[in-house]
Structure formats: structure tokens, C-alpha cells
């Protein structure tokens, strides 16, 4: 059975960097038919995608345009998780931010992270 | 980006009748090759994350009662809930695969009447 588990802080500072990161167990981060993703929601924008990693003989990762100028995702086989950087926040950041597992070219995002509700307050 | 809608924004149902959800994408997510509408539905409940009920418009993930039923094709979908229960009552959304970004529905509020 396949379990995302999230963590970090729910409370960033305007301007600073957002980290969160997402333990796998029962998969691995560097399956070739699976694509680790990260997703947000909240009032405003309503579920949005952020962006994407995923391992085919070499890494890939895939951002949104809406964050791409700001956000890193990056993968770390040693733990087996994967890790949200969102720099320069502001309050409109503020959303429940989900890790998910999608198997690529079947299902979408079937295994997801508990949520983690990050305020953007100072 | 590929826009989902969905209809209506919220509906009641009696318990036992059935509940109608639309949903429609900007342009086709219909695979070609292999035939397939890369769309997806899921069912929220409050303090949970999205659970996926529906891949393919029509295929159901692995534990999903069958009173959830998907359909359409191109650019116009539904979920169908044949029987409403008790446990149903959640937020609904659509979502396409088609192509990134993959984007979601706004959702579809289902309560009992």
C-alpha cells in the first residue's frame, strides 16, 4: 500500500521560501511509471497543479507556468521522497499543498499526501 | 492550459435518487492512439484530501462502489451517483490528464435533500 507522508512548516514569512517535502513508502521516488507531483488548494484558485518529477533513465522535472520562475521540485533517492520549494511567497500562496502519485499514461493522481495547510503571514 | 467547467455548482438529492454532474474541457482529451478521455473525477470530504473515483471518463479505481459511473467523450463528461447515500455528501471534481498543466474543475457541492 502506497502512503505519502508530508512535512514542514505551516506558517512562512512574506518573501520567504516555502519547503515541504513528501516520504514515499510502498513505491519508490525513482519508479520509471510513476510521476511524483505537487498540487495546492485553496478558495481562490481552487485545486491547482504546481509541478512534477519523475525518473526515466535520468531525472525530469515539469512546473506550472504560474510558478515556474519560483519553484523547485526535487527528488532524493536516498529517502525516498521528493521536496516543494516555493521561494518568495506571498499571502496569495497561502493553500493546503498535497503531494500525489500519478502512474503514468493510466490513472491520475490515484495516492496522495494528508495536506499540509501553509500560511503565508507575517 | 486546458480549462475544466462543471455544472451545476451545487445540487440536493433525496437519499436512493441519483445525482448528475457535468463537466466540460476547452478542447478534447481524447487520446488517438489509444482511444482513451484523459479524465478523472474525484469526491472531497471536509479535512481530506481528493480521492480518486473515476480515471478514463469511465474506468473506476479499484474500490469505488459501482453506484459511481462516468461517461462522455471529447469534451463533454459526467458522474453519475445511481443510488445517493449518506456517505456521498462531498465536493466533486473533474480533472483532465491530457495534458500539463493539468487542470481541475471548480467542483460540484452534492448534499442530501
Known amino acids: 500500500q502506497v502512503q505519502l507522508q508530508q512535512s514542514g512548516p505551516g506558517l512562512v514569512k512574506p518573501s520567504q521560501t516555502l519547503s515541504l517535502t513528501c516520504a514515499i513508502s510502498?513505491?519508490?521516488?525513482?519508479?520509471?511509471?510513476?510521476?511524483w507531483n505537487w498540487i495546492r488548494q485553496s478558495p481562490s484558485r481552487g485545486l491547482e497543479w504546481l509541478g512534477r518529477?519523475?525518473?526515466?533513465?535520468?531525472?525530469?522535472?515539469e512546473y506550472a507556468v504560474s510558478v515556474k520562475s519560483r519553484i523547485t521540485i526535487n527528488p532524493d533517492a536516498s529517502k525516498n521522497q521528493f521536496s516543494l520549494q516555493l521561494n518568495s511567497v506571498t499571502p496569495e500562496d497561502t493553500a493546503v499543498y498535497y503531494c500525489?502519485?500519478?502512474?503514468?499514461?493510466?490513472?491520475?493522481?490515484?495516492?496522495w499526501g494528508q495536506g499540509t495547510l501553509v500560511t503565508v503571514s507575517s | 492550459d486546458i480549462v475544466m467547467t462543471q455544472s451545476p455548482d451545487s445540487l440536493a438529492v433525496s437519499l436512493g435518487e441519483r445525482a448528475t454532474i457535468n463537466c466540460k474541457s476547452s478542447?478534447?482529451?481524447?487520446?488517438?492512439?489509444?482511444?482513451?478521455?484523459?479524465v478523472a473525477w474525484y469526491q472531497q470530504k471536509p479535512g481530506q484530501p481528493p480521492k480518486l473515483l473515476i480515471y478514463?471518463?469511465?474506468t473506476r479505481e479499484s474500490g469505488v462502489p459501482d453506484r459511481f459511473s462516468g461517461s462522455g467523450s471529447g469534451t463533454d463528461f459526467t458522474l453519475t451517483i445511481s443510488s445517493l447515500q449518506a456517505e456521498d455528501v462531498a465536493v466533486y471534481y473533474c480533472?483532465?490528464?491530457?495534458?500539463?498543466?493539468?487542470?481541475f474543475g471548480p467542483g460540484t457541492k452534492v448534499d442530501i435533500k
Open positions: 478542447q478534447s482529451v481524447l487520446y488517438s492512439s489509444n482511444n482513451h478521455d484523459y
Open positions: 478514463w471518463a469511465s
Open positions: 480533472q483532465q490528464y491530457y495534458s500539463s498543466p493539468f487542470t
Open positions: 510502498g513505491d519508490s521516488v525513482s519508479s520509471n511509471s510513476v510521476t
Open positions: 500525489a502519485r500519478r502512474i503514468s499514461d493510466t490513472t491520475s493522481f490515484d495516492y
Open positions: 518529477t519523475y525518473y526515466r533513465s535520468k531525472w525530469y522535472t
